[in-house]
C-alpha cells in the first residue's frame, strides 16, 4: 500500500500504472491511498497493517513510529536532514565545486541528501577561495521548481531571518524568485547554532560556516541533532579516514556530492533521521519486509 505526498501525488500514481501495466502483479496486491495526515493516523491504526515504512519530517516521523508501534506494527521512519560538507583546504576546487552546487541546489535541495550546510576548513585565504569557487558554481545552476509557490515564500522567509541575523547573502536566489522557482543561495557567516546552519530548510540554500580544523569542523557537524549523512572533500587520506570514524551520519561520502548508498546498503540515517530499527534499502529492507519462522522437528 503505498500513500504519497498530498502535494505530489502523481509520482505514486505513476507509479501505481506501472505496477499494474509492466509488472504483471495481480490485481489488488499494490494499493494506493490518497489524503493527509487523517489516511496516515488511519494506516497506522489498521489491523491489517502489519509494517510502515515512512519517510518525512523529523518530527512526523516520531509520531508515526510511536503511534506504529503503539498498534503493535513493525516500523522504520525516515526523519529530516540536515547533511553537512566539510571543505579542507586541499580539496580539488574542480571536484568540490560542482559537487557541492549539485548537491545543495539539485531537486531545488528539496532531497532528504542534499548537503545544505558546509563547514570551510583553514585560514581566511583558503575559507574565502573555497567559498568564491562554489558562489561561481551556484550562480551557474540551473534550479528546478519548489514543490509549490508556498514553499518558494517559506524558504524566502528563512533567508531574509538568516540575514537578520548577520549572515551575507553572497549569491541571492530571491532576485530569480517566480511562481515556485528560486535561485541558488549561498549565505555567509551564519549563526552556526542558528536555523540556517542546524535546521532542513528543504530549499536551495546553503549555509556556510567557517571552522579553523578538522577537530572543529567534526564537533559542528556532530553537534546536529541530524545525522542522515555527511561529505568531506580533501585529497588527504587521513583526514579523509578521520572523517569517516568520527562522524556522527549513517551515510558518509569522500569527494562526492550525495552520499547515496548504492542498492544492496541500507539508507543508514542516525539520530533525529530515523526512527526505528531496520534501515530502508539493502539487506535491512529485506529483513524488515519478512516475518522469519523457524520450526523444529523430530521425527523418531
Known amino acids: 500500500m503505498l500513500k504519497p505526498s498530498e502535494q505530489d501525488p502523481l509520482a505514486g500514481e505513476r507509479i501505481a500504472e506501472l505496477v499494474s501495466e509492466i509488472a504483471e502483479i495481480p490485481p489488488g496486491l499494490v494499493n494506493l491511498v490518497h489524503g493527509g495526515r487523517e489516511a496516515v493516523d488511519a494506516l497506522l491504526d489498521h489491523p491489517g497493517v502489519d509494517a510502515i515504512s515512512f519517510v518525512g519530517s523529523a518530527a512526523t516521523a516520531r509520531h508515526v513510529a510511536s503511534r506504529a508501534s503503539a498498534a503493535g506494527k513493525r516500523v522504520q521512519a525516515l526523519g529530516g536532514a540536515k547533511n553537512a560538507f566539510v571543505v579542507m583546504p586541499d580539496a580539488d576546487p574542480d571536484l568540490m565545486a560542482p559537487g557541492v552546487a549539485a548537491s545543495a541546489f539539485g531537486a531545488a535541495g528539496q532531497r532528504c541528501l542534499a548537503g545544505s550546510v558546509c563547514a570551510l576548513v583553514g585560514d581566511r585565504a ?39 541575523e548577520g549572515a551575507e547573502v ?27 546552519a542546524r535546521e532542513e530548510l528543504l530549499g536551495p540554500v546553503l549555509a556556510l560556516v567557517r571552522v579553523p580544523d578538522l577537530d572543529a569542523a567534526l564537533r559542528f557537524v556532530n553537534g546536529s541533532r541530524y545525522g542522515n549523512a555527511s561529505m568531506i572533500f580533501t585529497r588527504s587520506g587521513a583526514a579523509a579516514r578521520e572523517f569517516r570514524v568520527r562522524v556522527e551520519a549513517g551515510m558518509v561520502g569522500v569527494n562526492i556530492g550525495v552520499a547515496a548508498p548504492v542498492a544492496w546498503f541500507p539508507f543508514a540515517g542516525w539520530k533525529d533521521s530515523f526512527e526505528g530499527d531496520l534501515h530502508a534499502n539493502g539487506r535491512d529492507a529485506v529483513a524488515f519486509y519478512t516475518r522469519t519462522k523457524v520450526v523444529t522437528s523430530r521425527w523418531p
Open 126 to 164: 583558503a575559507q574565502d577561495a573555497a567559498r568564491e569557487r562554489i558562489v561561481e558554481a551556484a550562480r551557474g545552476f540551473d534550479v528546478p521548481p519548489l514543490i509549490s509557490p508556498a514553499a518558494r515564500e517559506r524558504v524566502e522567509r528563512e533567508i531574509a531571518a538568516a540575514e537578520a
Open 170 to 196: 553572497v549569491c541571492d536566489g530571491r532576485a530569480q524568485a517566480e511562481g515556485a522557482r528560486l535561485g541558488a543561495t549561498v549565505l555567509d557567516g551564519v549563526d552556526p547554532e542558528g536555523r540556517a
